[in-house]
């Protein structure tokens, strides 16, 4: 948690970049092959992404580590619809870069079908085998009446 309020925190001073930054294109391309991953239900095409401490919280405030998180996906409790992403921004530091957007939600969660339009941020972290996915938080946004 202490972490995370230290990455917003930086964030805020950070200089923001659509798609535009040098090395952007790698951050981006680790976010959209977490969303293939995830939108493909193919847990294994993740293992290289996700660092050993990642967290996933839903946008329903479910809280998940990188195993329980795979092992939804493994055993088909949870099962998404492709997955999207839009609107995407880049904030580059050192070792830790943030990448937010937004998507189109769609999963099947034990029976139940979940739909709606999330933002997120994604925390990547700089490793010594390359940049790794740290924590992915998405906010479910208000439905329009």
């Known amino acids: ?47 290289p992404s996700l660092d050993q401490q990642y967290r996933h919280i839903h946008g329903t405030g479910l809280v998940e580590n990188r195993s329980q998180f795979l092992e939804a996906l493994r055993n088909g409790s949870r099962k998404y619809q492709p997955i999207h992403l839009e609107d995407l921004e880049v904030q580059r530091h050192e070792d830790f870069a ?7 939600l ?9 739909e709606g339009v999330n933002r997120f941020c994604m925390i990547l972290i700089r490793r010594t085998d390359g ?6 938080q998405a906010t479910a946004l208000p439905t329009k009446s």
């Open 1 to 47: 948690m202490l972490l995370v309020m230290a990455v917003c925190n930086l964030a805020r001073s950070a200089e923001t970049h659509l798609l535009s930054g040098e090395g952007d294109a790698e951050l981006v391309g680790l976010a959209q092959s977490w969303a293939n991953g995830v939108g493909g239900n193919r847990p294994d095409d993740l293992n």
């Open 98 to 104: 943030l990448v937010t957007g937004k998507f189109s």
């Open 106 to 114: 769609k999963a099947e969660v034990r029976g139940k079908v979940i």
């Open 131 to 136: 940049w790794k996915i740290l924590q992915f």
